[in-house]
């Protein structure tokens, strides 16, 4: 009669998938971990791009802190990133702008405040505030666009007519916006949203093919 023997594991071979085990049970911990504290950033209401981003670049307390913001969201998932600008991306107000992570980036490098930033990106669109980023460092971002009804596209006839004028900071701005500095005729605006309440002068000028309804 036969006598089975049964298999014995040498003790190295043992070891081996013991210390496989152990690793293995380490980087499940760790993955756990991993997942809850982007979960958690997610919760927020950052995307999972940016969560894993802002996780691991170590700003989970920072985020926590300002809760969602959807500019400090763009930000961690552009190109453009730059950590040492988080305090201005969390207090500059957010716009649907292709370049608005490096035009802040380029404007708080310039030296702009805050405040002068969110008035920029207030009064400008993506092409108006590219341009702006250009320009050396202006003075008087405040008094010219502090006004609803200021556009950046205008700023620098904003500044050279109150040079030139010295009138009244707002009286500059609705000067310009009315094309008054410009020569009669010379370069008149194309008026083709009709309302009653189109302007029509020497600067203001209806389309051709404007036809009145009522007559």
Do not use: W
Not at 46 to 67: M, N, P
Not at 134 to 148: A, I, T
Request: glycine share 4%; charged share 30%; aromatic share 16%.
């Amino acid at each position: 009669m036969s006598v089975k023997k049964k298999l014995k594991l040498k003790r190295p071979i043992i070891i081996f998938f013991e210390i496989i085990i152990a690793i293995l049970m380490i980087l499940g911990v760790f993955f756990v971990y991993y997942q809850i504290q982007i979960n958690n950033i997610v919760k927020i209401g950052y995307s999972k791009d940016a969560s894993i981003k802002i996780y691991e670049l170590k700003q989970t307390k920072f985020v926590e802190g300002i809760g969602y913001n959807k500019t400090v969201e763009k930000a961690f998932i552009s190109k453009d990133f730059k950590e040492k600008n988080l305090k201005y991306y969390s207090n500059i107000d957010y716009h649907e702008q292709d370049h608005l992570i490096s035009n802040i980036n380029t404007l708080v490098k310039k030296g702009y405040s805050i405040k002068e930033i969110n008035l920029i990106f207030d009064h400008g669109s993506d092409e108006d505030v590219s341009y702006f980023t250009g320009l050396d460092k202006q003075r008087y971002v405040e008094d010219f666009l502090r006004f609803d009804f200021s556009y950046l596209n205008r700023f620098e006839r904003y500044v050279k007519y109150s040079m030139e004028s010295g009138e009244k900071d707002e009286d500059c701005v609705v000067y310009i916006n009315l094309d008054l500095d410009k020569e009669v005729y010379a370069e008149p605006n194309i008026v083709s949203k009709f309302d009653y309440n189109i302007l029509v002068n020497k600067h203001y000028k209806l389309s051709d093919d404007f036809k009145v309804d009522n007559l």
